[in-house]
């Protein structure tokens, strides 16, 4: 007798109304205004992953939207840096320096 093949469909994942919220809060905003590099290319990543920090900051480390955990290539195996103060310390290339802006990350979190 030959094979018996049963498709199975799969769901693409759905993010509730709430993370949309903030998640697309974050992302609209960066997309409009990014953080820039000292030559100028525009690190929309980055602006996302500083607007995510002051967002857990503000929920004391419980929010449950986190940015991408940085690694020290340094070590083998490279090793994922989790302290903040080691984060900050960490050496960057001249090219993915951030300038800072004068403001602070603006999280608006009202729905659309």
Do not use: F, W
Request: aromatic residues 2%; glycine residues 2%.
């Amino acid at each position: 007798m030959g094979e018996r093949v049963n498709p199975v469909r799969l769901q693409a994942p759905q993010l509730d109304q709430n993370d949309k919220t903030v998640l697309c809060s974050a992302v609209c905003h960066c997309s409009a205004a990014p953080a820039v590099s000292r030559d100028g290319r525009n690190l929309k990543q980055v602006c996302v992953a500083q607007h995510l920090r002051a967002l857990d900051d503000v929920l004391q480390q419980r929010s449950p939207y986190k940015p991408e955990v940085s690694y020290d290539m340094t070590k083998q195996p490279p090793q994922p840096i989790l302290d903040m103060a080691q984060q900050a310390a960490r050496p960057r290339a001249a090219s993915g320096r951030v300038e800072q802006p004068d403001r602070q990350p603006v999280m608006r979190l009202s729905a659309r």
